[in-house]
């Protein structure tokens, strides 16, 4: 869609480029500001000329750039003893997006844009990711990703800022993992999407999105009993219903796919084969 209003855009090319005159928003992928009427925006700052580097990888954190693009996370190379790797493309396939699109929009975009479907919300807060978000006045503030996203496209950033990265643990991609998703169609928007992980001191975490206003994160010494998994992802209140399902649907589904990891992480890990 063509923006009529928008007079200027602006290429960021340090951090000192990056602030906001009224009626300015920053801009990276695109996707989503030009996809509808953008009412008061007269401007954009674009975000991808600062030169992020996607993905950075240090020994106990995995930190990725708001501007990587979701085709760039689902190309992240697997690593031995990340048995978590799979989250990256499972997640990433969740967007309903053509190809264009996985080369252009970013993760951070789907994240700001913090719709209940969006896919990297349901990544990050299933990792414990954390927001590292640049303030207005030149420093910066950290907060997980779970807590960054308060609703249906509403989220954490006060007025002026960006953000930066999601740092996600490597503690949290060494731990199994198991996915479940479902929509009305194949190629169908989210109804709901329940990603669970066991860490090496035994803690459980089952991450319930897609079908919820913001992401819920429910966490156990280990892994629960089916009664007890059931009534914490029954006692979520923030299902909604639209054109993608019905809330009780999304709640239905959502505890049965709970159960399904729960009983799939609860088998033995797979015996690695010599010389794997």
């Known amino acids: 869609m063509d923006l009529i209003n928008v007079r200027e855009i602006r290429v ?28 008061g925006l007269t401007g954009l700052v674009d975000l991808t000329t600062l030169g992020w580097q996607p993905v950075v990888e240090t020994h106990d954190t995995l930190s990725i750039a708001a501007t990587c693009t979701i085709a760039e996370l689902a190309r992240i190379p697997a690593r031995d003893g990340w048995p978590g790797h799979p989250l990256f493309s499972q997640t990433a396939n969740s967007l309903l997006a053509s190809f264009k699109i996985w080369n252009i929009a970013t993760v951070g975009g789907n994240i700001c844009t913090s719709l209940p479907a969006g896919p990297m919300i349901s990544l990050a807060a299933a990792t414990d990711a954390t927001a590292l978000v640049w303030a207005a006045d030149g420093t910066d503030r950290r907060l997980p990703v779970a807590d960054f996203v308060t609703g249906d496209r509403a989220n954490a950033l006060a007025p002026g800022e960006v953000l ?48 919820t206003t ?15 998994l059931a009534d914490a992802v ?16 999304r709640r239905a589904m959502s505890v049965l796919f709970a159960e399904e990891l729960r009983r799939e992480l609860a088998e033995p890990e797979p015996a690695q084969e010599l010389g794997a």
């Open 12 to 39: 960021a090319r340090t951090r000192d480029d990056v602030v906001f005159a009224p009626g300015e928003r920053p801009l990276g992928g695109g996707t989503w500001l030009f996809s509808e009427e953008q009412p």
């Open 214 to 228: 913001r992401p819920r994160v429910l966490r156990f010494d280990g892994l629960p009993s089916a009664a007890a």
């Open 234 to 249: 029954g006692s979520i209140t923030e299902w909604f219903t639209d054109a993608h399902g019905a809330a009780d649907w």
């Open 164 to 211: 930066r990265a999601i740092e996600i643990p490597t503690s949290s991609l060494e731990a199994r993992s198991g996915f479940r998703r479902i929509a009305l169609s194949p190629l169908g928007r989210t109804g709901t999407l329940v990603i669970a992980r066991v860490d090496a001191g035994g803690e459980a975490v089952f991450t319930v999105s897609g079908g």
